[in-house]
RNA sequence: UCAGUGAAUCGGACCGCUGCGCUUCUUUGGCGUUUGUCAGGGGGGUGAGGAAAGUCCGGGCUCUAUGAAAGGACGGUGCCAGAGAAAUUCUGGGCACAGUGAUGUGACGGCCAGUGCAACAGAAAGCAAACCGCCGAUGGUCCCUUUGGGGACACAGGUAAGGGUGAAACGGUGUGGUAAGAGCGCACCGCUGCAGGGGUAACCCGCGCAGGCACGGUAAACCCCACCGAGAGCAAGGGCAAAUAGGAACAACCGCGGGAUAAUCAGGCCCAAAGGCCCCCUUUCAGGUCCGUUGUUCGGGUAGCCCGCACGAGGAGGUCAGCAAUGGCCUUCCCAGAUGAAUAGCGGUCUCGUGGCUCCUGCGGCCAUAGACAGAACCCGGCUUAUAGAUUCACUGAAAAG
RNA sequence: GGGCCUGUAGUUCAGCGGUUAGAACGCGCCGCUCAUAACGGCGUUGUCGGGGGUUCGAAUCCCUCCGGGCCCA
């Protein structure tokens, strides 16, 4: 599992990828020819100060290790909300592997 | 007991499983003659703060650069002594102000070097000055007269005691004095200067002597005095190996002159243009470098990776010196090094508060809940700002009791 | 991480330490018009980013905090 680090990368996601949203988080999804899963995260000034970024960016790489570790090699970015901070971890765990399946399935509805 | 002041410390602790960064040891497999290199596994160690923050000061370190002397400009600092590498730093002391007090706050040199400013109000705002008021002794005009003088007017003029204005109006009280007044005289208080005394000094005392005595405010106004001061910053700066590109470095020789750069604008992946340049300015002295020719050697920046980068004005404990800041000595420890940036998830135990419920209203029982400000980014010393709550010590005021 | 700039009506900006902080545009009301615009008249709008200090007096001088913006081999 690789980290996205460029601006480009970032940027690029943002305009083509497919987006989900849940209460805790955004998650944008782009099935590339890679060997690995990537995984970019964003934690914007909206969430808070330094340490509430830091917080929400903790949450969200456990739980790319904990659900999409084991998922296709594709290209992921988790955008965090506010709420990322304050909501359950059982709770955002459950969201992100709802998301992933709908975004899984509206691909191959496509 | 209540109210308060100052200082110091802490700012959750522990356990299990699954994970993360760095580091060290070990091991498996591939490639390779070896040094190694790539991929993976296992064990050990270690892992945010008192402010890591703001970037307000001061350094270390790095690069630019040429050193010295004199003068100037610009900026900063400003009671005294001590501490400290230094500081818009700290400690102790003095003075001023605030507080009943413990204490707190203070850019706290100089307006008798010069210049400026003070709206409105007020007569007047810095040479003093007469609006109301008081007086009118003296002079003037008039009246009366017992020829001694008396009275009226408020014209000249005198007067800073009173009123009113203002942030600020040239000492205060009393008494003498006077036409009315006034340090005009005197007494006491205050003030200024000096002798003398205390203190390292700032400064304090000043009962003795001298002076009748105002010297107004503002320098975070220009300024004067004293002292200090290159610029940029780890995105500093250095290294590695390809592609593009055709420039760069070094050495020798010739020449021996000149002192207009900075900034701005436009274009572009670049290394262009120009011929000069030497870091605030001027002068003096001494010096360096570039531009030319020839020869030799080979690239550099940007993107990526590595170094810089964690042993330091370091931490902890003890002891000695000092009122203290702090310093000396001894022992001991190695204590984050990331770069889209490492601490997360689940469960359990305890304690501090906080909230709720309950009754037997007790410093009860039960339930819930780690809950403030906040995240190292080259490193240190300060300052400033944010901060739930807890603990300790010293002191002050009030009330009550002994 | 480091270096700088800036903050005044709703907006864009003025404002040598001195009365009650101004201008333009905007906004409101009235007039003109059958009506709207334009035009004319009258009026409205500020914790001068917050706090503290210097001064008799601060938007202005000084300190400090906050917000916004820009730059980087």
Redo the contacts with the bound molecule.
């Keep these: 599992m690789k980290?996205?680090?460029?601006?480009?990368?970032?940027?690029d996601m943002q305009k083509n990828a497919q987006t989900f949203v849940t209460p805790g988080f955004i998650v944008q999804y782009a099935p590339k020819d890679q060997q690995d899963v990537v995984v970019?995260?964003?934690?914007?000034r909206k969430v808070?100060?330094?340490?509430?970024r830091?917080?929400a960016?903790?949450?969200m790489?456990?739980?790319a290790?904990?659900v999409l570790a084991q998922h296709d090699p594709a290209c992921y970015?988790l955008?965090a909300r506010r709420d990322m901070l304050t909501l359950?971890?059982?709770r955002l765990?459950r969201d992100l592997q709802w998301a992933l399946r709908r975004l899984k399935g509206e691909k191959k509805d496509v």
Excluded: I
């Design positions: 980290t996205l680090r460029k601006r480009s990368d970032f940027v970019g995260y964003t934690a914007s808070g100060g330094a340490v509430q830091n917080f960016k903790r949450r790489r456990h739980l290790r904990l970015v955008v359950p971890f059982e765990h």
